[in-house]
Structures are given as C-alpha cells and as structure tokens.
C-alpha cells in the first residue's frame, strides 16, 4: 500500500532583506525533513516557534513549493504532475489554521464559507453544494440554523468545529492541523479532539497534527516527529517518543512540559538559553549550544537521522 | 496576619446593554511566601478579579467587597494617591503578553529605571546600576548590554523577563503574575516558573499565578482557586484539589485533560460557558453538569464548608460522589 503522504528531504529556504546596503541573508526555515504518513494515523510535528512547523505545514498544503527535496501524495509527486493532477491533489489535503477568529471571513455567512470550496472545486449545482454543507455541519455538531449566521456570532470552539467542516467538505484524505486546539480553552479543547478523532474513523483521514502541546500530542499521535530548528532531530512512535526518548532536546521538551499532578517530581532538564535565530544556524548539530551531552565532534559535525533503538534520531550522543 | 485579604469581591461593568457582573462573590487570600493560583476559562473573571485588587480597571468598572486589606491597610478606604504609590510598590503585576506590555520606543533599562525613580527617587547613577543588578537577576546575559536594548531587539523570554525585572524593582510583598507564560515556548516556560518560584523563595514574596494550565498549577501552587462564569466554584490546597476535586466543575475539568485520559474519547464537558445575556438561574454551571437535577435549575447553591473545597454546589463531591447534605439545609 502506498502513503497517503510521504516527504523525502523537504526543505525551504527564504531570502530576507538586511537593508539596502547588504545582501540577502538566507534562512533555511525547513532543512530537509522526511516521513511518510499512511491513511488513519496521525503523525504528529512538534516543536517550539522558529522551529519551522508551520513552514512544513505551508509546503505539505501545497501553499508553498519546497526548495529541495519531494511531496507525494498518494505516490504521485506533486513537482511531476500535470496540471490537472496538481489540481486534484490539492483536494486532498486541507488544512485547518490555529486561529479560528481570524481563519474565518466575518462578512461571509458559514454557509458561503463551507459551500466556497464546492464553488470553486466541483461541478455541483446551487441545491446540492447546500445539502451538501449542512450535512457536513451535522458531522461536525453544528445546527443547521447556523448555516445563514455570520462567524462573529460563534464562540471559539464552534468557528474551530467551522473551520474543521470547511476542510473536510471535499472529502480530503489528508487534513494538515496547525495547532487546531491551543487557543481553545480546556473543556473545548476536549469537544474538540473528540470530533477529530471520530472524523478520522468516518472518512478515513490521515492527520498531520502541528502542535507545541505534548499532553495534546501523546493523546492524539501515533507517530511523533520533534523538530528543531528546521531539523528532524527525533522521529518515531508515540511510545517510542514519550516512553524512551532518546534525543536530548526530546528529553528537555518532556521534561519541561508541566503535568497536572502534584504528586508527581521529576527531574527537570532546565535548558540554558533560547533556540539560535535559523539566520545564523550554528555550525554542526543545530541543538549544541544549548545541549547537556554536547562534546567536541557535534560543534563541526552535523549528526544525520539515523535509525536508532528504533527511531530515527539526530544525534552524535546517542548509540546504536 | 495574611497579605492579601479579599472578602467576597463583585465587580460590576456598566456596559451599554445593561450592567455585566465579571466577578461575583470571590474571596481571595493569600500569604508571604505562599504561591496560590487562580485558574479558570477565558470569561471566568479571574484576571478582572486581580486588577480590582491592584486598582487598574477603567471607570466603568464598579468594585464592591466586604473587605479587601493589603498588609493591613484597607486597600477600600485608601486615596485614589495612595493606591497608586502601592501599585508597581508593594504589589507589582505581570502581564501574558510580554511583547505588548512593553513600551517599544524607549530602551528596556529605560523602563525599567522608570519605576525605580517613581517610587524610590533613586539618581540617575543609582538607578542604572540598579537596572543592570535587576536585569542579572532575572537572568538575563550580558545585563549592562540588554539594558540599552529596545523591546524588539528581545525575544518573547527575555521580554517576559524583563517585565519581571520590572514588578521586583521595588522588592514588592506580592506579585501577581497573569498567564506569564502562556505566550512562550515549553522549554522557555519552565526557565520563567522556576525564575518565579526562585524569587519568591529568596525574598519572601507572596505570589499570586493567574492561569488556565492545569499543569503549570500542579507543578508550582500551594493553594488553587477555581473560578467559573465569575464565580469562585472552589478554593482548595493544590494536592487535595487533584486528589479529590469537590465542585463538579472541577472534577470535570480535570477529567477533560489528556493526560488524565484513560481511554480514546475525552470526557468533554458538554455546551459553553455562558456569557453576558444567557446566564442560566440557579447554579451557573448546571447546564453543563453531569450531576445536576431539578433544584440545580432553580435555585442557586450556597458554598460548602472548607473541608468540602468551599464548593458552590448543592451537592459537593466527596471521592466522586455527590453529598446531599448542603442541600437539605437550603430546605429543597
């Protein structure tokens, strides 16, 4: 069976103006990150800001075209396609934004909004694009008195339900989620999840889950990559990740992510310093500066993903 | 004696559609050296509740308490003069968005050195060595360096940083820090908290978290305070509080992290916090409750004992399960 998406080297650089007097510095967001994702499992990207998930996201979306390395989906590589396979390809990945406040056109009713992508996308006539949106509003728990209401009369938690029917009205196989949750508060995080995990069960979706939130993560993910940095520093399984990681900054992130219980003491790996700007990268393993495990040859070398106690890691100090 | 003594707060917003009760009978206390946390969703009053206290809301805002004492003084009856050499003094804030917070067109040690002329009338000379020690103390390198620095040259972390320069640039008795991290990353967030708890410990402070992160509670509070649509649902020790929560809303809180999950499906809690127009009558949150029953629509509950969580509930919970005493008393 092939993936339902599957990334080979992805990476993406921007050029970024200094002045008028200086040359464009170069930022790699993204420096080649691969995995490969197959129907009904959510593959998890987590990492802080700057760390490049949200660029990753773009390029997964085809919103933005990488600068090295390849996209396919469902085996068919997006650079190669004609483009009318192009066309058809970006139906199958949607893409649900963090912000529900701001994802959403205030003069647009949620009817407009869900029934747009049928607009633009398929050949349906008036009547059908509407049966078609309040059905996918019964799925996501919206009445369908909401279909002529504009977004303002929404709380955060329904525009994310919104959001969420806008994606999937088109029947994608892969939705990309960037951070779908951290700005809903907890009991509406809950509702939330709980619709995601059902629509994956009912149309088959594989979800590419953008989150900072570990306890999110380990309740939703079956496979976790940690980026740093642009870098793919630890990829694996939930339990891999969460019960044996391997990496250092995995470790750290673990480590510092508070859990609600009072009870519990750890040992926290408090990290010095902040993530290095991605315009000045240093030299050999982007995580050193800052890395407890540092030695001689991770300032010069950079450490490639290997596969590791079964995961693939980045990381000089970690054995085989 | 207690630091911070505040009996039964309302505070009341005249709002063009008719006045909005924000926060409605919460008491709030808190002692040297104690960290107690606030916690509860956007609309549940507990940032308004704090900046009664420090005296910050706009006119339209009405504040009435029973009593409100700040190191014994009754923060009520003192002038508008006074309170304002308290505020920034002796009770010092943070706020959630560093980055906001901060004045962009004037250097950090600039801002900083503001309160240090305002409230102590240091010199120029003393308050730029004061800027650097303060700066080094929240530790942030190169401190001579950064304090000529603009707002925009910081990342979120040292913004967020020098915002806690700031509040202790006076050595104030009580901070209260509202969601001082939640615009940061993890690993960033664990430096502030244990900068925060460092702090307290070293001068004595008493320290006030406002939050919604259940974790960033457990890790670092001694008591916790439970608010919901205005109201304290419950106030309880921070360890008992996750052993054996007592307010339904509280216990399902809880049970809706997921990290506490057992299984796949989250217990959600059902529906929304209401807002300004629907607010249900009898209990707030019984729309929503999984225990309620016919009295829980009608008439509004009356708070439990301590040993109960001070829970505003007709029937607390005790180890899970509902107890009717409360109940039986309001005669239902």
Known sequence: MTAALEARGLARDYSVARGAFRRPALVKALAGVSFSLEVGRTLAVVGESGSGKSTLARLLTLIEAPSAGALLIEGEDVAHATPATRRRLRREIQMVFQNPYGSLNPRQTIGKALEEPLLVNTDMNAADRRAASLAIMEKVGLRPEYHHRYPHMFSGGQRQRIAIARAIVLRPKILVLDEPVSALDVSIRAQVLNLLAGLKDEFGLAYVFVSHDLSVVRHIADEVMVIYLGHAVETGSRDAIFHDAQHPYTRALLSATPVADPTARRERILLTGEPPSPIAPPPGCPFHPRCPLVFDRCRVDKPPAETKRGREVACWAVTP | ?332
């Open chain 2, 1 to 332: 004696m207690t630091l911070l003594d505040i009996r039964n707060l309302t505070v009341t917003f005249a709002t063009r559609r008719g006045a909005f009760t924000a926060v409605d009978g919460v008491d709030v206390a808190v002692d040297r050296n104690e960290v107690l946390a606030i916690v509860g969703e956007s609309g549940s009053g507990k940032s308004v509740a704090m900046l009664a206290a420090m005296g910050l809301l706009p006119k339209t805002a009405t504040v009435t308490a029973d009593r409100m004492n700040f190191d014994g003084l009754d923060l009520m009856a003192l002038s508008a003069d006074r309170r304002r050499r308290l505020a920034g003094k002796d009770m010092a804030m943070i706020f959630q968005e560093p980055m906001t917070s901060l004045n962009p067109c004037f250097t950090v040690g600039f801002q900083i050195g503001e309160t240090l002329s305002a409230h102590l009338g240091l010199a120029r000379k003393a308050r730029a060595a004061r800027v650097v020690e303060l700066l080094a103390e929240v530790g942030i390198p190169d401190p001579a360096r950064r304090a000529r620095a603009y707002p925009h040259q910081l990342s979120g972390g040292m913004s967020q940083r020098v915002m806690i320069a700031m509040a202790l640039a006076c050595r104030p008795k009580l901070l209260i820090a509202d969601e001082p991290t939640t615009a940061l990353d993890v690993t960033i967030q664990a430096q502030i908290l244990d900068l925060l708890l460092r702090l307290r410990r070293e001068n004595g402070m008493g320290l006030v978290l406002i939050t919604h992160d259940m974790g960033v509670v457990a890790e670092t509070a001694d008591r916790v305070i439970v608010q919901y649509a205005g109201q304290q649902v419950e106030a309880s020790p921070t360890r008992a509080l996750f052993a054996d929560p007592h307010h339904p809303y509280t216990a399902a809180l809880l049970a809706a992290l997921p990290e506490r999950a057992t299984e796949r499906r989250l217990p959600a809690i059902p529906g929304v916090v209401p807002g300004q127009f629907d607010r249900p009558a009898g209990c707030l949150f019984s729309p929503r409750c999984a225990f309620a029953f016919s009295a829980c629509h009608r008439i509004a509950p009356r708070r439990a004992g301590p040993e109960l969580g001070a829970a505003l509930c007709h029937t607390p919970l005790a180890a899970g399960v509902p107890q009717p005493g409360a109940l039986q008393e309001a005669g239902a």
